[in-house]
């Protein structure tokens, strides 16, 4: 094969499938007959930094549409990073950036010396200008955050009761989806796990479901669990217990008038429960259940920074909190592409996907 048309595959690969500038990753959805080895050459990697940045089980295992974090160098004080383009070539660079290939080549992890458009490269820094003085601080209190994270504390109060993730012995995740019903999201994120045979959780809102209870009932139909996210979305923490049994009794009603079950987990807003209202929903038998994996779908403007935001906190055991539904006017098109991506990627990483209640070991309904 002519070297020219390798070069121009590759770059058009990579600008397909890359987007620079996301936190400190790029996203590379593997292709078929890709390597490990191959990929990092590209990006001017060694294989050992791609199978670390990407905790891959088996270094020389992936599969097609497996998604891959391709993390940008460390810079240094001196340093900038350079996104290559096609045709540039180190002598290019050297000028440029007023430097020699010694340099060049030295900072950068380049076997043979070789270029790909698509690489981020270490370059000489611009000189920065002399930071101003800073003035003396005049004195004055300084607003403090109050707010305590109180998770740990509720987990100690009622063990068994309250989960974040599932056990780290196991290559098992659940993927969770919270704020449906609707009529949009939530029957295209069930199209998608029909169509690959995956199973999930549904933590839906009592005020979402009059209208939309064939969607609830498709839910159950289908084989998934429906968790209780509450009437309103309301922050329970500020709540007294009475209204926070009013929240969660009439979503539960909605639920077991549709379907006849009443679920056991309860996933409060925004992951946040009071002392005194856990000590209800534990005595009345529910199970309190968060997440450990937050992709932050919700406010992402496209599927690879939910990725950039799920892979690097994925672990055996995972809850990975999604989004079936949103706010008026919404797009979660990037969740729905977004999901299809992670279905490969974990099966990529040797992970089973379960429902929450087979990764806790609990009952799903009451």
């Given at each position: ?43 001017g ?11 891959l ?8 549409r ?36 010694k ?12 270029l ?13 200008p ?15 955050n ?40 939530t ?15 549904f ?16 839910i ?74 937050d ?5 992402a ?17 995972s ?31 040797g ?16």
């Amino acid at each position: 094969m002519k070297k020219l048309p390798v070069f121009f595959l590759v770059f058009l690969i990579l600008m397909a499938m890359a987007v620079p500038g996301l936190a400190a990753y790029r996203v590379y959805r593997v292709q078929p007959q890709n390597t490990v080895s191959q990929i990092a050459v590209w990006y001017g990697l060694t294989s050992n930094t791609l199978v670390q940045a990407n905790r891959l089980p088996d270094p020389g295992f992936i599969i097609p549409r497996q998604v891959l974090l391709i993390p940008d160098p460390v810079t240094g004080p001196d340093e900038q990073l350079h996104l290559v383009k096609p045709g540039e070539t180190l002598q290019d660079l050297a000028a440029r950036y007023n430097t020699s290939l010694k340099w060049l080549l030295d900072r950068n992890y380049l076997p043979g010396g070789t270029l790909y458009a698509g690489q981020m490269l270490k370059v000489p820094a611009a000189p920065k200008p002399p930071a101003p003085a800073r003035k003396p601080a005049t004195g004055g209190n300084s607003a403090t955050n109050s707010y305590v994270w109180n998770i740990p504390a509720l987990m100690a109060r009622h063990p068994g009761r309250v989960f974040l993730n599932g056990p780290a012995n196991q290559r098992r995740v659940a993927l969770t989806f919270d704020d449906g019903p609707d009529t949009t999201y939530t029957p295209a994120i069930l199209d998608l796990l029909a169509k690959y045979g995956v199973k999930a959780t549904f933590f839906l809102r009592g005020d979402r479901i009059p209208g939309r209870e064939w969607v609830v009932q498709r839910i159950i139909n289908e084989g998934h669990v429906i968790g209780n996210h509450t009437q309103t979305h309301a922050n329970l923490r500020k709540l007294s217990v009475a209204r926070i049994q009013e929240e969660v009794l009439r979503t539960e009603e909605l639920i077991a008038a549709q379907t006849g079950l009443r679920p056991l987990l309860v996933r409060p807003p925004y992951g946040e429960m009071s002392e005194s209202g856990l000590d209800w929903l534990a005595g009345a038998g529910y199970v309190m259940t968060n997440w450990s994996v937050d992709s932050g779908d919700w406010r992402a403007e496209n599927a690879d920074q939910i990725l950039i935001n799920t892979l690097p906190d994925l672990n055996p055991g995972s809850v990975i909190l999604l989004h079936c539904a949103g706010g008026t006017g919404q797009d979660l098109t990037p969740t729905v592409k977004a999901t299809e991506d992670l279905l490969y990627t974990l099966w990529g990483l040797g992970y089973e996907i379960v429902t929450l209640p087979e990764l806790l070991s609990v009952p799903a309904y009451r």
